[in-house]
């Protein structure tokens, strides 16, 4: 087989033949180009490229050389190479043998047209529906979803570092932007202060004086901002990304007091400072948010991952990714579940079973999902954690008796309730608090065993009535051996994680910034997939849940 060139020439293409030749027990490439054909054509990707000019780089073949590239974690520069000098990859992509390729900077600018048409599930929805065709993905069946946190590509900062290279990294953007403005406006200690990153050199230790350089940064940034928005500056210097960066930061981070034209700046204590859902924890992307959980704390992003978990023994289908979903750190996995549906919906792969762990399911998830979607959500839910229930002491909630109708509740004592109001909870949730009278729990012989609040009466947080009922039903049947071994298969969902991470780098977004680090998670799930068809197609099982020696050692009775 042959292909013309330009010149009128005919020039090999690399055939099977030759790719067996180089690779005679063949390749990841290899498989995937016998087992697929031709995955992605120019047409799905016409949109974001432009018809006039001379023809670029075939956007089909770049979508599949940006799979492969996350399927063997390469760089751009990596990925830009293996097109010039591998046979596999070339026979892969249809190429021929003297093909020049191109170079890497084509990868990031293809990246970059995807985002700009809002085309970052494409590639996901493109090979999804090529294996449902192939009857290796549908809909039914069960699947599973798991999350794990991913570290932005920024150095980790203390709160001085952060501030003081938050002020760095807007004089370097004015220093690009308009030299001649900053040449006349700028302190010329400032060059001394800031021209270095601030992790190149070491922080005062005294605390004193720790307290004194934070107000000299926080003074200098207010000194810049006042001259950016004088009226002798150019209007445009506002609206420079560092500099609307370094306004958000100042008023997160302190405050500003003027007496007598004289501003007086602290730090903003631990309690005044905003939620974690909005405060910048980077200059360098300012979507990055800080969270811990489980004692790890991190800065950057969470990432979702959707996979079918049926027998494949029983559907011959390998397990597969369905979806992913991206968000910042500080997002409760709960308010991912309605999204990944939507998704799953919208490719035709909705499970009939969704396996989740206790952080994403919910009363109201589990009342509706199965009248909404016809989703049967199989999840723990979250155990009474009241003070009451953990010490096995006192009145918790089952103590009390919940009159729905009536709007009351009654305390074992005989008490009834005054107050009952509906609202929802820190994350949305419908919820409904109800509180005795302080002037009932006051005299109460008893009190101890129910509250310790010496001003309030006694408050209840219960869901609505069908969502308490379901709550109470699920708590008992989760204990229950037939729960648990229906839901047993949600544990797998971690050893895809660990391959996410191990074989795509996933730990680490490559980029900054909350949409290209997502498109970056789906072409994670897309080159998975792909490596987990060429383990099927070659008949490599499952592995198997380890053992350590010592678990599998037969003790003596």
Not at 128 to 149: I, V
Not at 234 to 247: F, G, T
Request: aromatic fraction near 6%; glycine fraction near 8%.
């Amino acid at each position: 087989m042959s292909m013309r060139s330009d010149s009128g020439v005919e020039v090999p293409v690399v055939t099977r033949s030759v790719a067996r030749a180089a690779f005679p027990k063949g390749c990841l490439a290899m498989r995937i180009r016998d087992g697929l054909g031709p995955l992605f054509c120019d047409e799905e990707f016409r949109e974001s490229f432009g018809v006039r000019g001379r023809p670029g780089v075939s956007p089909g073949r770049l979508a599949l050389i940006s799979i492969l590239q996350f399927a063997e974690n390469l760089t751009d520069r990596q990925a830009a190479h293996a097109v010039r000098a591998r046979i596999d990859v070339k026979y892969l992509l249809g190429l021929e043998l003297t093909d020049p390729g191109f170079d890497h900077t084509v990868l990031t600018g293809f990246r970059d047209r995807l985002l700009g048409h809002g085309l970052e599930e494409k590639i996901l929805d493109l090979l999804l529906k090529r294996l449902a065709g192939m009857g290796l993905a549908a809909s039914g069946g069960r699947q599973r979803t798991d999350a794990t946190h991913v570290l932005a590509a920024v150095r980790s900062l203390n709160r001085l570092e952060f501030v003081g290279e938050t002020l760095r990294a807007a004089m370097e953007a004015l220093a690009v932007a308009a030299p001649d403005w900053m040449r006349t406006t700028m302190d010329p200690v400032w060059q001394e202060r800031y021209g270095t990153r601030v992790d190149a050199y070491r922080l005062p230790t005294d605390e004193q004086e720790r307290r004194d350089l934070a107000q000299q940064i926080a003074a200098d940034g207010y000194r810049l901002l006042e001259a950016v928005i004088a009226l002798t500056a150019p209007a445009w210097l506002r609206d420079v990304p560092a500099l609307a960066i370094l306004r958000t930061v100042w008023v997160q981070q302190f405050t500003r007091t003027v007496t007598n034209g004289t501003g007086e700046v602290a730090w903003r204590g631990k309690d005044d400072l905003p939620p974690r859902r909005i405060l910048i924890a980077s200059p360098y992307d300012p979507e990055a948010r800080y969270s811990k959980k489980r004692g790890s704390a991190w800065v950057g992003y969470k990432i979702h991952l959707s996979e079918s978990c049926d027998d494949p023994e029983e559907t011959h289908r390998p397990h597969l990714i369905t979806h992913v979903e991206t968000t910042d750190a500080t997002v409760n996995d709960a308010m991912v579940v309605e999204a990944v549906h939507d998704r799953l919906t919208s490719r035709d792969l909705l499970p009939a079973e969704h396996l989740l762990d206790a952080g994403y399911t919910s009363a109201e998830l589990l009342l509706t999902a199965p009248i909404a979607r016809g989703v049967s959500v199989i999840g723990p839910v979250r155990s009474n954690n009241t003070r009451q229930a953990a010490q096995k002491n006192g009145f918790g909630k089952t103590s009390f008796t919940i009159n729905w109708q009536a709007k009351q509740a009654v305390c074992p004592t005989g008490a009834t309730s005054r107050y009952w109001t509906a609202g929802v909870d820190n994350n949305g949730r419908d919820a409904i608090r109800i509180r005795f009278a302080t002037s009932t729990c006051a005299p109460c012989p008893v009190r101890g065993q129910c509250t310790r609040s010496t001003r309030y009466g006694r408050q209840l947080t219960v869901r609505p009535q069908e969502q308490d009922a379901l709550l109470e039903r699920v708590r008992a049947e989760q204990s229950t051996d037939e729960w648990k071994d229906r839901y047993a298969a949600r544990a797998g969902v971690e050893g895809t994680i660990h391959q996410a991470v191990a074989a795509t780098g996933a730990r680490r977004t490559r980029y900054t910034g909350l949409r290209k680090t997502h498109l970056a998670h789906v072409l994670t799930a897309a080159a998975i997939n792909l490596i987990r068809l060429d383990a099927w197609w070659n008949g490599t099982p499952l592995a198997r849940t380890r053992t350590s020696r010592l678990a599998a050692l037969e003790l003596a009775a």
